[in-house]
């Protein structure tokens, strides 16, 4: 049972250039969703879903978006990267959105 | 948004010390959570709470649920070199017709040999 799994690990992508990290559960998870967190801060929500089908934003959409069409995947694309977006990104899911399960996150760098 | 108040925001303590911390907010929670992040990983879930005034240990950890459903406290007993790192406290509520968990800042515990 692997859990959350997110790739890539690490990624650097040049200001303006376009990227999806890639978030997959296999719990058969409701809820998922992407955080980012700035170093020595806490976790925003940027993106949820609720069901394959189903997304909203968070506190922090600007400059993502997600899609879900399967109840395992939920992919987070950056589009015209910045170096605001620098940060970690971490995928979670749960099944009814009480106990969050993370991955091991995403350390992306824009430059 | 919502926010959750988490306090100290870093603890330096000798091997062997009692920890304490905690969060507030001016919202009401239905269920409280204590998160633990060592360096380079994602939060690893410590202890759920679901019931205002519940009292909870898992091991040398003991957390509780205010009972005015604002506040969650998280003690470590004893604390080891292994509980070194960010512990984060979460709150879920029910916004915007789904549930969404609220995270607290973090306190990073240090501690010295």
């Known amino acids: 049972n692997a859990g959350v799994t997110q790739t890539p690990k690490f990624h650097i992508l040049k200001i303006g250039q376009s990227m999806t990290l890639q978030c997959t559960q296999d719990?058969?998870?409701?809820?998922m969703y992407w955080y980012r967190q700035d170093p020595g801060m806490g976790l925003k929500l940027i993106y949820y879903?609720?069901?394959?089908?189903?997304?909203d934003k968070g506190e922090v959409p600007n400059g993502y978006n997600v899609s879900r069409s399967t109840t395992e995947d939920f992919p987070l694309r950056l589009e015209l990267a910045a170096p605001s977006q620098t940060s970690v990104y971490f995928c979670?899911?749960?099944?009814?959105?009480?106990?969050?399960?993370f991955g091991q996150g995403t350390r992306l760098t824009v430059v | 948004g919502q926010q959750l108040n988490q306090s100290p925001q870093s603890m330096f303590i000798q091997e062997g010390e009692d920890v304490s911390m905690n969060c507030t907010s001016s919202?009401?929670?239905?269920?409280w959570l204590w998160y633990k992040q060592d360096p380079g990983e994602g939060p690893v879930l410590l202890i759920a709470?679901?019931?205002?005034?519940e009292l909870t240990s898992n091991g040398r950890l003991t957390a509780q649920f205010g009972i005015t459903r604002k506040d969650s406290f998280l003690n470590i007993s004893a604390s080891i070199p292994s509980d070194v790192g960010i512990y984060f406290c979460?709150?879920?509520?029910?916004?915007?017709?789904?549930?969404?968990?609220?995270f607290g800042q973090g306190t990073r515990l240090t501690i010295n040999p």
């Open positions: 979670a899911s749960d099944e009814w959105g009480t106990e969050a399960f």
């Open positions: 719990m058969n998870h409701n809820y």
């Open positions: 879903s609720v069901g394959a089908g189903i997304t």
């Open positions: 919202s009401i929670f239905n269920t």
């Open positions: 709470l679901y019931k205002a005034g």
């Open positions: 979460a709150g879920q509520r029910k916004l915007q017709g789904a549930q969404k968990l609220v």
